[in-house]
């Protein structure tokens, strides 16, 4: 591709241009025997019970402070598998390229999906790459599908939390909403904030490791902890409570989020898990978390009080109880 400086419709066609961007950038970049052998259909072979899901990446920039939308699919299908038990094992990725891209973005996108397979211990086996005309997507859109094996005896489910699980994150909730925001340059908003982008299944095997007994994982991305927190109530038919004081917002996500007039337990994250367990493991389980790369700050923010109506309650600084809800319309479009 060394005289080529921009995608062109003939990139997508299946003929010569396809098979040099093939040739000499997705293979090279993503080699692997199930991937190399270059059939219709990757060949896997995989034992017992499989999770299966899929994410649609529209992130807009595609390049953020933090990361950019190639690690960003990898990172979300791995870490959707690893909430549920699963060991992430292979992927499959499908891009939507906009004629005009430039090829040195879609290089430093597929070398940042290959880090962070690589990193994550997944395989990208399979996938597909089409161009649109200019102005029929906006530079580049991707679809990323994950299988992972869940070990026999786990069983996580948003429907399993109970009266007296304590609820736990693993760090500071806001950066990568905010990242992107900040990022736009509609917004002209100089700030530090970093997205916490990373894929979470290593530190999620620490937490099985440290505890047999956990009853609900779930990533908090588009609408953030609060929406996560409602889905996980409504699941379980239990009433939550959450202390503000114990949410561990950093400074910068708190300045941001006042500037712009919205809530931090709102505002997406990419690299949060949020781990419902028996009180009697939260201690253990910390101690997990806080060993790993992605879990210093990690911490109690809350638990479930009765099995009830399900609703998130917040507990305010000033001693005030309120109804956190979900998240209503969109707060903040294509943050993932
Ligand atoms: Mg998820």
Redesign the pocket.
């Known amino acids: 591709m060394k005289n080529d400086k921009r995608i062109l419709l003939a990139h997508g066609s299946g003929g010569k241009l396809t098979h040099r961007l093939l040739t000499e950038l997705v293979f090279p970049s993503f080699s692997n025997p199930i991937l190399d052998a270059a059939e219709d259909a990757a060949i896997c072979r995989l034992p017992g019970k499989v999770a299966f899901t899929t994410d649609s990446f529209v992130v807009q920039p595609i390049f953020f402070p933090g990361g950019d939308i190639g690690k960003l699919s990898v990172c979300g299908t791995v870490?959707?598998l690893a909430?549920m038990g699963a060991t992430p094992r292979f992927l499959t990725a499908a891009c939507i390229v906009e004629e005009g891209l430039e090829i040195t973005a879609l290089e430093k996108i597929i070398a940042s999906m290959a880090r962070a397979a690589v990193d994550a211990g997944v395989a990208i086996v399979g996938g597909d790459l089409k161009v649109v005309e200019k102005n029929a997507c906006d530079r580049i859109f991707i679809t990323t599908t994950g299988i992972g094996i869940i070990p026999q005896k786990i069983k996580i489910s948003a429907a399993n939390a109970r009266p007296g699980d304590v609820i736990l994150v693993n760090g500071f909730i806001g950066e990568h909403g905010c990242a992107v925001m900040a990022s736009r340059q509609d917004y002209g908003l100089k700030t530090s904030i970093t997205s916490d982008c990373a894929s979470l299944n290593g530190l999620i095997s620490a937490i099985l490791a440290a505890s047999k007994d956990v009853h609900v994982m779930?990533?908090p991305?588009r609408g953030g902890v609060a929406t996560t927190l409602n889905e996980i109530a409504s699941a379980s038919g239990v009433e939550i409570l959450v202390e503000e004081k114990s949410l561990p917002v950093p400074e910068a996500v708190r300045g941001f989020c006042e500037l712009l007039g919205i809530d931090p337990l709102y505002i997406a994250n990419e690299g949060k898990v949020l781990v419902f367990a028996p009180e009697k493991d939260g201690p253990e389980i910390l101690r997990a978390m806080k060993r790993h790369p992605l879990g210093k700050h990690a911490c109690a923010i809350g638990r479930v009080i009765a099995k009830a109506d399900p609703q998130v309650l917040l507990q305010t600084c000033i001693g005030s109880t309120r109804i956190l809800d979900m998240l209503t319309g969109e707060q903040l479009p294509r943050i993932c």
């Open positions: 870490n959707d909430v779930r990533d991305t």
